[in-house]
């Protein structure tokens, strides 16, 4: 497969440490992965579905005690601690390799090494990365073959470099206290040892193109970010391209796979996902930041998704997906999920594999974090510029939060250093569902508090350097909050594909085209420029979701200032000379 050298030596040290019995690599072709999924039906591994209803798509149960990532046991692995800052778990790096090299070894004993090559972005393009992963389940395998790029032509790709990224995966006991998801930024390798979940063993998803790849863009001058790419086609056939940044339960996937409402469809609007979890941003030869998204496929979370909520999301899983943890209907041999619809299938299997009744039961058939692995290719959105080496345009970033009253509909910042101080405080209310109290505010920097893989002052300050470098160039930002609510708690805003309405907003302020509001916190919508035409919205209300409280963004202030103060020196000193300006305004 390969003369690489350094390849070559990493594999034999690996193999020397785990004992397999066989080793097998994947070369990417539709044969062997076929192979291995019979091989996995065999063993038990995976269940085929119905062919016919489902064809290519198969479920997946994982062990009780593993079944989401787990940020308590993912470490940043350095020499020293100031390197990965006060948001991430910290591991001096030979005490970490000692730790898990002692827990892998002879873990594969009995058992096959399987070696995936794997490409992060398009295969050629000057954006994309390589990694290796070694596993030892098949389950990994066939995900990392929907997710990346895989087999030979990496190793094409790759040729006599060393600029590559090392991965190992060990299943070993599945055992949660020696469970461990370490990086190691400065030696370019991930490890993971005693988990089979998705998230932390599709070593090329968060592990790769966000803990690690952020660390290599600060070094190498581009951005690895939390983001989906969106591309809004109008009626003259011009494309504009978004990037956009949400917490969990923000709307991010929707928005990635948004489909216009009827007055912009008979327009002749068109909206292309290009990702919907993770952007690759650098500078192109034109001096605009261009971003490409690494993955090839999607790993969805499948309660919730429907043919309301997002019904491309759904009709991308209708083929050549895995499904993980959601329940079994033994009717027909398909699978289903909280909120799929209200039929839900009285003779099933739970996501454990128990006899269960959903017309019956008060017990969730489907894991709350249960997955769907599916190809990007599936989705009817999915962009033609979605290969494209040198990947998209980008003419707007947009940050978003989930908050009840403080922040409005949509924002635009007064300029590149005022929008990563907005970036920067990201904010989303808590829910009764997620913790059991209400309304408290938790910061999310950029969507990137769990993947940043190094301080975070120093990675505000990346973002700082990276507007000076793109300078008038830079695209405009802005942020939302689809989440406003009325006394009742009701939402004033509709959310969904009418979410386009403030996305032309955006587009329009990009272009020039119309003005706003200047406020104490950037520039506001004129209500008349939001398109109301067979919205179901009163102008009072939208007003009101426009409106900013000062005496909410003075408590707001107090709240960044004191969540500012856990990056110490670090923090950029432009974002404390936004933070005085802010608080002046509201003054």
């Known amino acids: 497969m390969t003369n690489n050298k350094s390849v070559i030596k990493w594999i034999e040290e690996i193999q020397n440490l785990v004992q397999p019995k066989d080793i097998v690599w994947i070369d990417g072709s539709e044969k062997q992965l076929e192979s291995l999924r019979k091989q996995a039906c065999e063993s038990g591994e995976l269940i085929k579905l119905n062919q016919e209803k489902l064809p290519g798509c198969y479920l997946h149960r994982t062990k009780q005690n593993d079944v989401a990532r787990v940020e308590d046991r993912t470490f940043i692995c350095t020499k020293n601690k100031e390197t990965v800052g006060p948001t991430n778990n910290w591991w001096e790096s030979q005490e970490a390799y000692k730790k898990l090299y002692s827990i892998a070894k002879n873990s594969y004993k009995g058992k096959t090494m399987y070696i995936i090559p794997y490409c992060m972005g398009p295969i050629n393009s000057n954006f994309s990365k390589i990694g290796i992963e070694i596993t030892d389940s098949i389950y990994v395998v066939l995900n990392m073959a929907i997710m990346t790029r895989i087999g030979q032509r990496v190793l094409d790709m790759l040729g006599n470099s060393d600029d590559w990224v090392r991965g190992l995966h060990a299943s070993c006991d599945i055992n949660e206290k020696e469970r461990y998801i370490c990086h190691f930024p400065e030696d370019k390798t991930i490890i993971s040892v005693n988990s089979g979940y998705g998230g932390n063993v599709l070593l090329g998803k968060k592990c790769f193109a966000l803990r690690l790849a952020s660390f290599m863009g600060k070094n190498e001058g581009w951005m690895a970010e939390h983001m989906l790419i969106l591309g809004v086609q109008n009626p003259d056939g011009e494309t504009k391209y978004i990037c956009a940044a949400f917490p969990s339960a923000c709307g991010k996937t929707n928005l990635a796979m948004l489909i216009p409402p009827e007055i912009y469809k008979n327009k002749g609007y068109k909206v292309w996902c290009v990702g919907d979890d993770i952007a690759w941003i650098r500078k192109g030869k034109d001096g605009r930041l261009w971003a490409i998204n690494p993955e090839n496929g999607f790993f969805g979370v499948a309660p919730g998704t429907n043919e309301k909520s997002n019904p491309n999301a759904l009709k991308s899983t209708m083929s050549d997906t895995i499904f993980t943890n959601v329940v079994q209907n033994l009717e027909d041999n398909t699978v289903w999920w909280e909120k799929l619809d209200k039929n839900p299938p009285s003779n099933a299997l739970n996501w454990k594999g128990e006899p269960w009744d959903g017309k019956k039961s008060d017990e969730k058939g489907a894991h709350p974090n249960s997955r769907f692995t599916s190809p990007a290719k599936n989705c009817p959105s999915i962009s033609p510029e979605f290969e494209n080496p040198e990947g998209v345009p980008i003419s707007a970033i947009i940050f978003g939060g989930r908050r009840n009253h403080t922040t409005p509909l949509v924002y635009e910042a007064k300029d590149w250093e005022n929008g990563v101080f907005i970036g920067s405080i990201i904010a989303s209310e808590t829910t009764a569902a997620a913790t059991g109290k209400v309304g408290i505010v938790r910061r999310d920097p950029m969507a990137m508090l769990p993947f940043c893989g190094y301080d975070m002052g120093e990675y505000f300050q990346h973002w700082l350097n990276i507007g000076k470098e793109v300078g008038n160039k830079a695209p405009k930002i ?9 006394e009742d708690g009701n939402f004033l805003w509709p959310g969904f594909g009418e979410n386009m309405r403030v996305i032309e907003w955006i587009l329009k302020r990009c272009e020039n085209k119309i003005n706003a ?7 506001v919508p004129f209500a008349k420029d939001i398109n109301q035409e067979n919205l179901d919205i009163k102008e009072n209300d939208l007003e009101a979701i426009l409106d900013i409280d000062k005496e909410l963004w003075k408590k ?11 990056f110490g020196d670090k923090l950029p000193k432009e974002l404390d000379k936004q ?5 002046n305004n509201l003054s």
């Open 478 to 486: 802005f942020n939302v909050n689809w989440f406003r609510t009325d």
């Open 517 to 523: 509001k200047e406020t104490p916190i950037g520039y």
């Open 556 to 566: 707001e202030c107090e709240n960044i200032k004191e969540f500012y103060k856990k």
């Open 579 to 583: 933070l005085s300006e802010l608080s």
